[in-house]
């Protein structure tokens, strides 16, 4: 079983919808979530940082952790087309800041 | 600001050679990770290097080795090349600030082993 499982998607939605993306987790020391955006043919993109349990709003996105559930969300508000990509969840440990445990990604489609 | 830059784009290499990618880190980290990404799949860790040292490694055998270059560059060397080592290969850059700031990437080098 992997330690960051998250919904394989492909989700399509039309445009100006609400898109909930999800990840779990098995490894209670995970303190950092983070969730990158990845256009193809692109390296990840980071969209949104967090640190332990809340939520983190930056415009269009809100990021949320429940480290109690081991359950982290991103939702996307007034999806746009330019949103189509595919959306990767991933997690650290307290320190070393590059090994980071990722998601295998959801493919997100906005419709015009 | 410069980000992350990764060369080349694009390579292809015969089972059983030896190949060098490189990484230039964003202006003001000094940490870098290199990561693989299996079609499909989410990136997965192969090592990290923080003052030209490696200092935490995934699950890849030694074939895979790496060096970081006093202005914090970054080559990643994978000898006898695997079919399976088909991938995309991904460059990270941050700092090393007991693990606050996140990773930023390249766009990575697209390894095709035929």
């Known amino acids: 079983q992997k330690e960051v499982e998250q919904d394989p998607g492909p989700l399509s939605v039309p445009e100006g919808a609400i898109v909930s993306l999800n990840c779990t987790y098995s490894?209670?020391?995970?303190?950092?979530f983070m969730w990158y955006r990845q256009y193809s043919r692109k390296g990840p993109e980071l969209l949104m940082y967090?640190?332990?349990?809340g939520n983190k709003e930056d415009g269009r996105f809100t990021a949320q952790v429940d480290k109690s559930s081991k359950y982290i969300s991103l939702f996307i508000r007034d999806s746009q087309p330019s949103d189509s990509a595919t959306y990767l969840c991933?997690?650290?440990?307290?320190?070393?800041?590059?090994?980071?445990?990722f998601g295998d990604g959801t493919t997100l489609t906005v419709k015009p | 600001e410069t980000g992350v830059t990764q060369s080349p784009t694009h390579l292809i290499k015969t089972r059983g050679q030896q190949v060098t990618l490189r990484c230039s880190s964003q202006?003001?980290?000094?940490?870098v990770s290199w990561y693989q990404q299996a079609l499909g799949q989410g990136p997965q860790f192969i090592f990290q290097?923080?003052?030209?040292?490696?200092?935490g490694r995934g699950n890849f055998p030694p074939r895979f080795s790496g060096l970081q270059f006093p202005n914090y560059s970054s080559e990643l060397n994978v000898n006898a090349l695997e079919l399976d080592d088909s991938a995309l290969y991904l460059c990270?850059?941050?700092?090393?600030?007991?693990?606050?700031?996140?990773?930023?990437f390249g766009n990575g080098t697209r390894l095709t082993v035929t």
């Open positions: 990270a850059s941050s700092r090393n600030d007991r693990g606050q700031s996140p990773l930023h």
């Open positions: 490894n209670s020391a995970f303190q950092y």
């Open positions: 967090t640190y332990s349990s």
């Open positions: 991933a997690m650290r440990k307290e320190t070393n800041a590059g090994k980071s445990t």
């Open positions: 202006s003001g980290h000094n940490t």
């Open positions: 290097y923080y003052r030209e040292e490696e200092n």
